[in-house]
């Protein structure tokens, strides 16, 4: 029983997680509502291997506010090195370069918790006419993964 336990256990850390819910990540958001969901492990910097959406639904402007929403899917936190949740742009390519926008510490919070936090988009030329927005969560947990990545490609107005 213990030995089905411990393998259970390295399951559950082996799908972690971050999903972006707005602006809308990358693929689907199957499962978000259960600790551990699929849609919210993606390992590989800088979007999780995902390819950009054809359709892009939201446009936001250059030098404007804009709330982004993203869940902790599944808690990773470390009391003795806690890691951090950061947000960056990048223009819109195939070696994209981001630029933070904005870093929240990691606390204990419970898995499923939703951050709705405000960034500010730059008023850079080069995000126009379409840009991606990336959330990572960088669990600095030597019993987790480094990190976790989401993306969301936004139309940009100037």
Sequence with gaps: MARI???????VLG?????????????????INA?????CI???????????????????NLNSNISVVFQKNLNHWDKS???????????????????????????NTSSLNLYAEQVFIPNEKDLYPRAILQAVYITS??????????????NIAV
């Design 15 to 31: 799908y972690s997680h971050i999903c972006l819910i707005s602006p809308h990540q990358r693929g689907s958001m199957k499962g």
């Design 35 to 39: 600790p551990g969901a699929k849609d």
């Design 42 to 60: 993606l390992l590989k910097g800088p979007c999780g291997e995902r390819k950009p959406d054809d359709t892009v639904n939201v446009t936001y």
């Design 5 to 11: 336990f411990v393998l259970l256990s390295l399951i």
């Design 141 to 154: 947990n030597p019993d987790a993964p480094a990190e976790f990545y989401q993306c969301a490609d936004i």
């Design 81 to 107: 090195k806690p890691g951090k949740f950061v947000v960056s742009i990048s223009s819109f390519s195939a070696t994209p370069s981001f630029k933070p926008l904005l870093t929240i510490p990691d606390t």
